[in-house]
T-cell receptor, first 117, second 114 residues
């Protein structure tokens, strides 16, 4: 299957700092990328959907000024957690899809563990 | 609205025993169904998918799933479980609109004992 990478895999930062997480589709062009947040022993919670070259669509309850998403190219999307606080500590997973059809598979990155001290 | 139910939060099986993870969906049209596996601290890996055709779908790592329209189910099976299969398993359905993400179930955690 297709490969999606995330960087960094793990980050620890101080409260108040900003953290950028990169998501790359390595062997296909992703017209759509999704960002999820996962709490321990829970399912994935969709944060936002981003399409290349346009503004991301955020799910209800997700602060778009806090979680900045940029989908600058067909192979790269970034999530920036601004002014991070301990409650932002979580596992963040991105997913990429080549097309917009229902049969287009979503491929997932390995996740980024964010710890805010 | 479409939804996915995984009735079992946690299942424990002995190594070598057979496995069946349940998944029920609610969907008005022909469902496109997926099973993903997540190992601890990792992203999700696609095990198999069903779009149409043969209702018994073969996937990676020896897994298979059977689509039963009459029961609105897409249960995942493996005849002999290995200790490395211990992970979280998610069932998902593709939505009506192509540009929206998969709808996931809450997941089933599989533990494997010796």
């Amino acid at each position: 299957g297709a490969v999606v990478s995330q960087h960094p895999s793990r980050v620890i930062c101080k409260s108040g700092t900003s953290v950028k997480i990169e998501c790359r589709s390595l062997d296909f062009q992703a017209t759509t990328m999704f960002w999820y947040r996962q709490f321990p022993k829970q399912s994935l919670m969709l944060m936002a959907t981003s399409n290349e070259g346009s503004k991301a669509t955020y799910e209800q309850g997700v602060e778009k000024d806090k979680f900045l998403i940029n989908h600058a190219s067909l192979t790269l999307s970034t999530l920036t957690v601004t002014s991070a606080h301990p409650e932002d500590s979580s596992f963040y997973i991105c997913s990429a899809r080549a097309g917009a059809g229902r049969t287009d598979t979503q491929y997932f990155g390995p996740g980024t563990r964010l710890t805010v001290l | 609205a479409q939804s996915v139910t995984q009735p079992d939060i946690h299942i424990t099986v002995s190594e070598g025993a057979s496995l069946e993870l349940r998944c029920n969906y609610s969907y008005g049209a022909t469902p496109y169904l997926f099973w993903y596996v997540q190992s601890p601290g990792q992203g999700l890996q696609l095990l198999l998918k069903y779009f149409s055709g043969d209702t018994l779908v073969q996937g990676i790592k020896g897994f298979e799933a059977e689509f039963k329209r009459s029961q609105s189910s897409f249960n995942l099976r493996k005849p002999s479980v290995h200790w490395s299969d211990a992970a979280e398993y998610f069932c998902a359905v593709a939505p009506y609109s192509g540009n929206t993400p998969l709808v996931f179930g809450k997941g089933t955690r599989l533990s494997v004992i010796a």
